[in-house]
């Protein structure tokens, strides 16, 4: 159980830290989006031009999802909850790794692959246990049924909540994210004035924004490394030998 008197970690994660379990990152040579041109999947007018495509691209990133299990970065985040630290999880990724790796307090800012919602209203939302969503499946209103992802051009329902969260960090943790999509990156501005922030990510040192310190490893080792220190001495802080 989280303990309110203890200091507070925000965890801002992208697809960085899947990228061990199997799920491929989006801005990569050899990533998602070179793969799948944005326009043609992952916006409304790609939806109204041609659902079926959107789809099957969605169904497809489900079942690599469904295949997929936590990594020793995932763990290390819920074993830190688990041990009492308080641990709040944003993240911008549509798997569930986190919620799987035991992780109780995570905010999906853009939408969670293994649920539907309706077309019509986005609070109507099932959740897909199995199988993919195809044209005909319908909402309980009638209407198209649809990834509860967000697209480009669409708002971020979450976002004012993930800054509230940001805003009473003690200490910010980033996992692998290119901190390319706004308004996302734009949380490290929410940060208290005396709450360090620490990037963990292979290409940390070109990505990170000033004052942001470094850590540049993969998730599967740079995050289980800096939980241990924290779970060794009971506090945050940031190990300058992990720096770089
Ligand atoms: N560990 C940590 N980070 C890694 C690893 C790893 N093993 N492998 C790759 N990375 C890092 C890359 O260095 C890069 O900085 O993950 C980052 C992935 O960046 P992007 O592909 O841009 O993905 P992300 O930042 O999650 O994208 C944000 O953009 O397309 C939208 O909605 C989508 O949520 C996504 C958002």
Same mark, same amino acid.
């Given at each position: 159980?989280?303990? +309110?008197?203890?200091?507070?970690?925000?965890?801002?994660?992208?697809?960085?830290?899947?990228?061990?379990?199997?799920?491929?990152?989006?801005?990569?040579?050899?990533?998602?989006?070179?793969?799948?041109?944005?326009?043609?999947?992952?916006?409304?007018?790609?939806?109204?031009?041609?659902?079926?495509?959107? !789809?099957?691209?969605?169904?497809?990133?489900?079942?690599?999802?469904?295949?997929?299990?936590?990594?020793?970065?995932?763990?290390?985040? &819920?074993? !830190?909850?688990?041990?009492?630290?308080?641990?709040?999880?944003?993240?911008?990724?549509?798997?569930? !790794?986190?919620?799987?790796?035991?992780?109780?307090?995570?905010?999906?800012?853009?939408?969670?692959?293994?649920?539907?919602?309706?077309? *019509?209203? &986005?609070?109507?939302?099932? +959740?897909?246990?199995?199988?993919?969503?195809?044209?005909?499946?319908?909402?309980?209103?009638?209407?198209?049924?649809?990834?509860?992802?967000?697209?480009?051009?669409?708002?971020?329902?979450?976002?004012?909540?993930?800054?509230?969260?940001? &805003?009473?960090?003690?200490? !910010?943790? *980033?996992?692998?994210?290119?901190?390319?999509?706004?308004?996302?990156?734009?949380?490290?501005?929410?940060?208290?004035?005396?709450?360090?922030? *620490?990037?963990?990510?292979?290409? &940390?040192?070109?990505?990170?924004?000033?004052?942001?310190?470094?850590?540049?490893?993969?998730?599967?080792?740079? *995050?289980?490394?800096?939980?241990?220190?924290?779970?060794?001495?009971?506090?945050?802080?940031? +190990?300058?030998?992990?720096?770089?």
């Amino acid at each position: 159980m989280s303990d +309110p008197r203890q200091p507070h970690l925000v965890v801002f994660t992208g697809s960085g830290i899947s990228a061990e379990s199997g799920i491929q990152t989006f801005r990569a040579g050899d990533g998602l989006w070179a793969e799948h041109p944005i326009e043609e999947v992952a916006t409304p007018q790609a939806w109204r031009r041609d659902p079926a495509r959107v !789809l099957n691209f969605y169904n497809l990133r489900r079942e690599q999802v469904r295949r997929a299990r936590p990594n020793a970065a995932h763990k290390a985040l &819920a074993d !830190l909850e688990r041990q009492g630290f308080r641990v709040s999880i944003i993240t911008q990724n549509i798997d569930d !790794l986190h919620e799987r790796a035991g992780s109780r307090n995570v905010l999906h800012l853009h939408g969670e692959i293994l649920k539907a919602r309706s077309t *019509v209203d &986005a609070r109507m939302q099932y +959740p897909l246990p199995r199988g993919g969503i195809e044209l005909g499946d319908i909402c309980d209103k009638g209407s198209q049924l649809r990834p509860d992802v967000v697209w480009f051009g669409e708002s971020v329902p979450h976002f004012g909540e993930a800054c509230e969260i940001v &805003a009473e960090a003690d200490m !910010l943790l *980033v996992v692998g994210t290119s901190l390319a999509v706004m308004p996302a990156a734009s949380l490290l501005e929410h940060t208290p004035l005396d709450a360090p922030s *620490v990037l963990v990510d292979p290409e &940390a040192a070109a990505l990170a924004p000033p004052g942001v310190f470094r850590i540049s490893q993969p998730a599967g080792k740079g *995050v289980p490394e800096l939980v241990r220190h924290w779970r060794r001495e009971g506090r945050l802080w940031v +190990p300058e030998t992990l720096l770089g």
